[in-house]
């Protein structure tokens, strides 16, 4: 069972603090991904990545950073985090090439950025 | 205009009706098209995906595809109040960085009522 875990269901964060969002994947996916999804707004990419220290930057990349040091680890950094980055935050991951490319999602993080 | 179009909703109907979801496109880059399932407080996760044009059956669930009309649809017959959750379609295309990305519409929340 393919499994996406993101280390904190919720959070709260005060504006300006340095946040760092986790996520690790279990099946040896090359691609990684990094999703922001708001009301009316739908799913927005971050960042993804598709190899190890590599990274891509998706439609909405200002005010995140990302970190891809092991192939199952890819972090979200929020260098300085203001209230409108307050949304619930996914992560995902594919294989690179071949079949359909599924996207396997976490269960996401809400952070509230007071 | 935007690459993908899904009208947000809510939709709600009787247990039992025939539910249809749509979303249209204009990138003709587009090549496959899958539907996700989003249940409230978890990741989306892959229900159906399709390639070519005319119809995919799984269970209750069509999926169906026009690309001439850059329009695809999911039907569910039967509809269940299990089936209460957000709908959201999504479209791979080619990064150029050696991977694929979805496009995501925004999701539809159908609400299916005992």
């Known amino acids: 069972d393919v499994k996406v875990t993101q280390s904190s269901r919720y959070l709260v964060k005060r504006t300006g603090e340095k946040v760092f969002l986790e996520c690790v994947q279990d099946?040896?996916?090359?691609?990684m991904f990094w999703y922001r999804q708001d009301p009316g707004l739908g799913l927005r990419l971050i960042y993804f990545s598709y190899d190890v220290k590599m990274k891509e930057k998706g439609d909405i990349p200002e005010g995140y950073s990302v970190s891809r040091e092991k192939k199952e680890r890819f972090s979200l950094i929020l260098e300085s985090a203001s209230t409108n980055q307050t949304s619930m935050y996914l992560c995902?991951?594919?294989?690179?090439?071949?079949?359909?490319?599924?996207?396997?999602f976490g269960p996401g993080t809400r952070l509230t950025v007071l | 205009q935007k690459e993908v179009e899904q009208d947000p909703g809510p939709l709600s109907v009787p247990e039992g009706a025939i539910v249809s979801l749509n979303c249209t496109y204009s990138n003709s880059a587009f090549q496959y098209f899958m539907w996700y399932r989003q249940y409230s407080r978890k990741g989306p996760e892959l229900l159906m995906y399709t390639y070519s044009s005319g119809n995919k059956e799984d269970g209750r669930f069509t999926a169906q595809v026009d690309k001439s009309s850059k329009y695809i649809s999911l039907f569910i017959r039967d509809s269940q109040p299990s089936d209460s959750a957000t709908y959201l379609c999504?479209?791979?295309?080619?990064?150029?960085?050696?991977?694929?990305?979805?496009?995501f519409g925004k999701g539809t929340k159908l609400s299916v009522i005992p």
């Open positions: 995902a991951s594919s294989y690179l090439l071949g079949g359909w490319n599924e996207q396997f």
């Open positions: 999504a479209m791979r295309s080619y990064s150029g960085a050696g991977s694929y990305q979805l496009t």
């Open positions: 099946m040896d996916h090359e691609n």
